[in-house]
């Protein structure tokens, strides 16, 4: 099977996972009272007020955001949350894909989908999908940016003028690709 049909198989698991969770979450985290005043005051425009808070405004922006389509602020947070915590999945596969091989990748990524810590705080309106998505996709970014980079810095300049570089043995084998 291809690494595109094991990433959509996987985010669907790890989607899966969290929406049925979400279905039997009754009660808000202690924090997702602020977030979603946040969200609704940001969606209202009153941008002082909601930014006065001491919490982070990404959640909150993205709760307004997705406002617009869903009918309520409850629902827009749960699904923000789920969404970005299920999509996390992606970044954190072709990470482990590069770093560790298919196999390795599949059971890191199954453990993420079904680890009920995971589960719990992705199923919930919570910042938590939101601040495990974007940093899984910054250090995948991360290495596909620099591993051309790792590779030049390990080549080793030849004694013989007109002689290819000579590549370093101790070099993990994704950056050499």
Not at 2 to 10: C, H, V
């Amino acid at each position: 099977m291809s690494d595109s049909r094991w990433a959509a198989l996987l985010f669907a698991a790890t989607l899966l996972c969290r929406v049925v969770a979400g279905l039997g979450s009754a009660v808000f985290g202690t924090d997702t009272a602020h977030f979603l005043l946040m969200a609704d005051w940001m969606r209202e425009g009153r941008w002082g007020e909601a930014l006065a808070m001491s919490y982070h405004p990404m959640y909150p922006l993205l709760v307004a955001v997705a406002r617009s389509v869903i009918l309520d602020t409850e629902t827009a947070g749960q699904a923000v949350s789920i969404l970005l915590g299920s999509a996390a999945a992606l970044p954190l596969f072709r990470l482990a894909r590069e770093v560790l091989g298919l196999r390795p990748a599949v059971f890191t990524v199954l453990f993420y989908a079904f680890s009920s810590a995971f589960v719990l705080v992705h199923s919930d309106a919570m910042t938590e999908g939101t601040f495990t998505f974007f940093p899984f996709s910054s250090f995948r970014s991360q290495m596909a940016g620099l591993a051309p980079i790792e590779a030049s810095a390990r080549a080793l300049a030849s004694p013989m003028p007109d002689a290819p570089p000579v590549m370093r043995t101790d070099a993990p084998s994704s950056f050499m690709r």
